[in-house]
Protein backbone atom coordinates (compact mmCIF):
# COMPACT_ATOMS: atom_id res chain seq x y z
CA UNK A 1 0.00 0.00 0.00
CA UNK A 2 2.59 2.28 0.59
CA UNK A 3 4.36 2.28 -2.96
CA UNK A 4 0.43 2.93 -4.32
CA UNK A 5 0.27 5.85 -1.82
CA UNK A 6 3.90 7.49 -2.72
CA UNK A 7 3.00 7.10 -6.49
CA UNK A 8 0.05 9.12 -6.01
CA UNK A 9 1.08 11.64 -3.66
CA UNK A 10 4.37 12.27 -6.36
CA UNK A 11 1.90 12.51 -9.31
CA UNK A 12 -0.05 14.77 -7.81
CA UNK A 13 3.14 16.82 -6.90
CA UNK A 14 4.32 16.91 -10.24
CA UNK A 15 0.91 17.74 -11.88
CA UNK A 16 0.86 20.94 -9.05
CA UNK A 17 4.60 21.63 -9.47
CA UNK A 18 3.18 21.92 -13.20
CA UNK A 19 0.64 24.20 -12.04
CA UNK A 20 2.97 26.36 -10.47
CA UNK A 21 5.25 26.92 -13.35
CA UNK A 22 2.39 27.54 -15.53
CA UNK A 23 1.29 29.95 -13.41
CA UNK A 24 4.27 32.05 -12.47
CA UNK A 25 5.71 31.82 -15.95
CA UNK A 26 4.55 35.46 -17.20
CA UNK A 27 6.58 36.91 -14.26
CA UNK A 28 9.39 34.45 -14.45
CA UNK A 29 12.29 36.92 -15.69
CA UNK A 30 15.70 34.95 -15.22
CA UNK A 31 14.92 34.63 -11.24
CA UNK A 32 13.37 31.35 -10.99
CA UNK A 33 10.14 32.10 -8.90
CA UNK A 34 8.67 28.86 -10.05
CA UNK A 35 10.73 26.61 -8.18
CA UNK A 36 11.88 28.75 -5.14
CA UNK A 37 7.64 28.80 -4.80
CA UNK A 38 7.07 25.52 -5.23
CA UNK A 39 10.24 24.42 -2.67
CA UNK A 40 8.99 26.84 -0.84
CA UNK A 41 5.79 25.44 -0.58
CA UNK A 42 7.14 21.73 -0.04
CA UNK A 43 9.08 23.19 2.81
CA UNK A 44 5.95 24.44 4.27
CA UNK A 45 4.12 21.40 4.00
CA UNK A 46 7.36 19.34 5.73
CA UNK A 47 7.38 20.92 8.26
CA UNK A 48 3.87 20.80 9.17
CA UNK A 49 3.51 16.89 8.40
CA UNK A 50 7.02 16.59 10.68
CA UNK A 51 5.67 18.28 13.61
CA UNK A 52 2.15 16.59 13.31
CA UNK A 53 4.00 13.17 12.94
CA UNK A 54 6.41 14.10 16.23
CA UNK A 55 3.02 14.36 18.04
CA UNK A 56 1.96 11.07 16.80
CA UNK A 57 -1.04 12.55 14.85
CA UNK A 58 -0.32 11.40 11.44
CA UNK A 59 -1.17 7.65 10.30
CA UNK A 60 1.81 5.85 7.83
CA UNK A 61 -0.57 6.24 5.19
CA UNK A 62 -0.32 10.27 4.72
CA UNK A 63 3.17 10.36 5.61
CA UNK A 64 3.81 8.38 2.38
CA UNK A 65 1.56 10.02 0.67
CA UNK A 66 2.52 13.86 1.50
CA UNK A 67 5.67 13.85 2.90
CA UNK A 68 7.19 11.25 0.68
CA UNK A 69 4.73 11.26 -2.15
CA UNK A 70 3.82 15.25 -2.86
CA UNK A 71 6.12 16.62 -1.43
CA UNK A 72 8.94 14.45 -3.00
CA UNK A 73 7.02 15.19 -6.08
CA UNK A 74 6.51 19.09 -5.72
CA UNK A 75 9.87 20.25 -4.49
CA UNK A 76 12.61 20.10 -7.07
CA UNK A 77 16.11 20.57 -5.81
CA UNK A 78 17.33 19.46 -9.30
CA UNK A 79 15.57 22.35 -11.51
CA UNK A 80 17.30 24.26 -8.65
CA UNK A 81 20.48 23.11 -9.23
CA UNK A 82 19.91 23.41 -12.82
CA UNK A 83 18.62 27.02 -13.00
CA UNK A 84 21.65 28.53 -10.61
CA UNK A 85 23.78 26.79 -13.10
CA UNK A 86 22.75 28.23 -16.00
CA UNK A 87 21.84 31.73 -14.47
CA UNK A 88 26.04 30.91 -13.44
CA UNK A 89 26.68 30.30 -17.26
CA UNK A 90 24.73 33.02 -18.29
CA UNK A 91 26.41 35.60 -16.25
CA UNK A 92 23.65 36.39 -13.98
CA UNK A 93 26.22 36.27 -10.55
CA UNK A 94 24.16 37.86 -8.48
CA UNK A 95 20.88 36.42 -9.23
CA UNK A 96 22.43 32.65 -8.66
CA UNK A 97 23.71 33.99 -5.21
CA UNK A 98 20.19 35.16 -4.66
CA UNK A 99 18.78 32.40 -5.68
CA UNK A 100 21.00 29.99 -3.44
CA UNK A 101 20.90 31.96 -0.32
CA UNK A 102 17.01 32.74 -0.43
CA UNK A 103 15.99 29.49 -1.42
CA UNK A 104 18.72 28.23 1.64
CA UNK A 105 17.04 31.03 4.11
CA UNK A 106 13.49 31.06 3.11
CA UNK A 107 13.46 26.91 2.96
CA UNK A 108 14.51 26.80 6.41
CA UNK A 109 11.93 29.54 7.70
CA UNK A 110 9.48 27.30 5.39
CA UNK A 111 10.27 24.31 7.54
CA UNK A 112 10.65 26.40 10.76
CA UNK A 113 7.18 28.25 10.23
CA UNK A 114 5.12 24.62 8.81
CA UNK A 115 6.62 23.04 12.18
CA UNK A 116 4.95 25.88 14.45
CA UNK A 117 1.82 25.36 12.77
CA UNK A 118 1.75 22.17 13.03
CA UNK A 119 2.23 22.12 16.75
CA UNK A 120 -0.90 24.40 16.69
Request: glycine share 16%; with cysteine.
Given at each position: ???????????????????????????????????????????LV???????????????????????GF??????????????????????????????????????????????????
Open positions: MAYVLVFLGGGLGSLARYGVARLIAPIQGHFPYATLTANLISCLGFMLQQSLRGQVSDAWKWLLMTCGGFSTFSTFSGETLSLLQHGHYGTALMNMGGSLLLGLICIYLGMRLGAG
